[in-house]
């Protein structure tokens, strides 16, 4: 099936330090979602965006809906050992009623102590 | 409140076997979809259920592979003659109504095993 090119595909980092990662697509979303998903179970939606430009922050995370409508990053601030996992955007496109939503392959975050 | 539940949470069957895999979605919310997420990759669209349009099923991967929503409730994923290649955590997730957000709440999964 579909899927949307996410970067990096995995990454190692300190404690403490910023986190960026972004997501690209061929073609245009109305709605951009960030999961993350810890071993053993089901993605948990992180942040929701659905606006051209829109910036949303939740805690230590930021994620922007970028201006082409093609693209998104989420940055994560102060990493702390809990941020372990694997992050996930996710477009959506709503055509008269029905949602299809389109995943990336995912980023496996792994913080050093 | 209640979320989005899954059963079993872990099915281990011979190959050749028919298993069925059930969803029970957030209350209230008309849109369910099947994924399925194979060890260390990302999640692959199986079928979608949005109230009583007909479903998408352009993911299912082959006709052993089948849904079925009763309404807006429960749902079962059903594989028929199952392969070792259909081993795989199975997610499902819940959507609000038309015309609301578009965000998706998922399940715990179903991991599957095919010996």
């Known amino acids: 099936g579909q899927q949307l090119n996410q970067s990096p595909q995995s990454m190692f980092i300190q404690e403490g330090e910023d986190v960026s990662m972004n997501c690209t697509s061929s073609?245009?979303?109305?709605?951009w979602l960030w999961y993350k998903q810890d071993p053993g179970e089901g993605p948990v939606l992180l942040i929701a965006?659905?606006?051209?430009?829109e910036l949303t922050s939740n805690g230590r995370l930021t994620a922007q809906f970028g201006i082409t409508r093609k693209d998104s990053f989420l940055n994560i601030s102060a990493s702390i050992p809990s941020d372990v996992g694997i992050y996930f955007c996710?477009?959506?496109?709503?055509?008269?009623?029905?949602?299809?939503?389109?995943f990336g392959t995912g980023t496996k975050l792994q913080v050093i102590p | 409140g209640a979320g989005v539940s899954q059963s079993p949470s872990n099915k281990v069957t011979e190959k050749g076997k028919d298993v069925e895999l059930r969803c029970d979605p957030i209350?209230?919310?008309?849109?369910l979809y099947w994924y399925r997420q194979r060890l260390g990759q990302g999640l692959e669209f199986l079928i979608y259920?949005?109230?009583?349009?007909?479903?998408?099923k352009s993911g299912l991967p082959s006709d052993r592979f089948s849904a079925e929503r009763t309404g807006e409730s429960v749902s079962t994923l059903t594989i028929q003659r199952t392969q070792q290649e259909d081993s795989a955590v199975y997610l499902c997730?819940?959507?609000?109504?038309?015309?609301?957000?578009?965000?998706?709440?998922f399940g715990p999964g179903t991991r599957l095993t095919v010996t």
């Open positions: 997730a819940s959507s609000a109504p038309r015309g609301s957000t578009y965000e998706q709440y």
């Open positions: 073609s245009i979303f109305n709605t």
């Open positions: 965006l659905y606006k051209a430009g």
């Open positions: 996710a477009g959506s496109l709503n055509s008269g009623g029905y949602q299809k939503v389109t």
């Open positions: 209350s209230g919310h008309t849109a």
């Open positions: 259920f949005q109230g009583n349009s007909a479903p998408d």
